[in-house]
């Protein structure tokens, strides 16, 4: 059963731009971790987020936890191309983990 | 750092070979995953387990068994490998207990012809 909605599922844009990636669920999560992915490889963690309200930066990537812990969203400020890969979010419920589909970013140069 | 390492990155079989997959932690983590990733159906999970030699069905696990005979080892095993299963498969692995944070191996492609 797939909890989390991730949007947008593509996004391509250009360097120095601005977007942000939203995961939306109707149930609630005791955590949300996001995760980034390049192709071939595992996805490697960027954030855990825990409390309700909870934001979180790192660097030019700010992560936000909703104030239900039902939905989160990253914001990404004047986009590199290293910031190109594929962003999955995924919530904690009990012991099990719930993810999201992705979001398939590329930064054009 | 928590590491979780995947011991074949890239694998080709033949329809009908037995396949095994190991995955090792470093963290002295309970529980331990395998998942499936394909394009457009996500992360689907395999089986899991909490504990050594203790295993629970995910989502998918036809046509996959698994093994746990030590605590840092969680081996994925095909017992005859089909072309459905080509996929990329990845382990991971967590601290016991509700919610904590979720490691990933690098990952196996494997390709069944």
């Known amino acids: 059963t797939q909890l989390l909605e991730q949007s947008p599922q593509f996004l391509s844009i250009q360097e120095g731009e601005n977007l942000t990636v939203y995961c939306n669920s109707s149930s609630v999560f005791s955590s949300l971790q996001w995760y980034r992915q390049e192709p071939g490889e595992g996805p490697v963690l960027l954030v855990t987020?825990?409390?309700?309200?909870e934001v979180k930066k790192l660097k030019r990537l700010t992560f936000q936890f909703g104030d239900a812990r039902k939905d989160s969203s990253l914001h990404i400020t004047a986009a590199q191309p290293g910031d190109t890969g594929l962003y999955l979010c995924a919530g904690a419920a009990g012991n099990q983990f719930y993810f999201g589909t992705g979001t398939s970013l590329t930064v054009i140069p | 750092d928590v590491k979780v390492t995947q011991s074949s990155r890239y694998l080709v079989k033949r329809t009908g070979e037995k396949v095994f997959l190991e995955c090792v932690q470093d963290?002295?983590?309970?529980?331990m995953f395998w998942y499936r990733q394909d394009p457009g159906l996500g992360l689907r999970l395999i089986y899991f387990s909490y504990d050594v030699k203790m295993k629970e069905k995910g989502d998918i696990p036809e046509g996959y068994s698994v093994s746990r005979e030590k605590k840092e080892r969680f081996s994925l095993i095909l017992e005859s490998a089909s072309t459905n299963q080509t996929s990329m498969y990845l382990c991971?692995?967590?601290?016991?207990?509700?919610?904590?944070?979720?490691?990933f191996g690098e990952g196996s492609w494997l390709t069944v012809v």
């Open positions: 987020v825990v409390t309700g309200g």
């Open positions: 963290m002295d983590h309970e529980n």
């Open positions: 991971a692995s967590k601290v016991g207990g509700a919610g904590n944070t979720i490691y």
